[in-house]
């Protein structure tokens, strides 16, 4: 590993062109909270991380989260440098993701949740 002095963020070597962050969080039925695993996440993530494999898609990290916060919005993934979460739903809704937003540089405009703290 090569340590890289740097003086502004644009001097950082970036790692990844994108990178995406899932939610796993699985809580017990019945969890005031709720949590993306109750909401069907853990099938949609593996499809994601798969798809990223399968198209050798190495410019794309993939890490398989923590609870991101917002619960009951789920199931949640970000995706940086964008800073964009999305709200899929079903396995074409990962498909879109990949090829529009992760591939093509562009917005699945109608699977963004916008959240407020
Ligand atoms: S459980 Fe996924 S955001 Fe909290």
Same mark, same amino acid.
């Given at each position: 590993m090569?340590?890289? =002095?740097? %003086? +502004?963020f644009? $001097?950082? *070597?970036?790692?990844?062109?994108? /990178?995406?962050?899932? &939610?796993? +969080?699985? @809580?017990? #039925?019945? /969890? *005031? @909270?709720? %949590?993306?695993?109750?909401?069907?996440?853990?099938?949609?993530? $593996?499809?994601?991380? @798969?798809k990223?494999?399968?198209? @050798?898609?190495?410019?794309?990290?993939? +890490? #398989?989260?923590? &609870?991101?916060?917002?619960?009951? #919005?789920?199931?949640?993934?970000? =995706?940086?440098?964008?800073g964009?979460?999305? #709200?899929p739903? +079903? *396995?074409? $809704?990962? $498909?879109?993701?990949?090829?529009? /937003?992760?591939k093509?540089?562009?917005?699945?405009?109608?699977?963004? =949740?916008?959240? %407020?703290?």
């Amino acid at each position: 590993m090569n340590v890289h =002095v740097a %003086s +502004t963020f644009e $001097d950082v *070597p970036q790692l990844y062109k994108r /990178h995406v962050f899932a &939610c796993y +969080t699985q @809580r017990p #039925a019945g /969890h *005031p @909270r709720g %949590s993306c695993g109750q909401q069907g996440a853990q099938p949609l993530w $593996d499809r994601l991380s @798969r798809k990223l494999e399968a198209e @050798r898609l190495g410019e794309v990290g993939f +890490t #398989a989260a923590g &609870c991101l916060g917002f619960c009951s #919005a789920g199931p949640l993934m970000v =995706v940086y440098p964008e800073g964009v979460w999305y #709200a899929p739903k +079903t *396995p074409e $809704d990962i $498909d879109e993701i990949v090829e529009t /937003h992760l591939k093509g540089g562009e917005l699945v405009e109608r699977l963004v =949740v916008v959240l %407020s703290r």
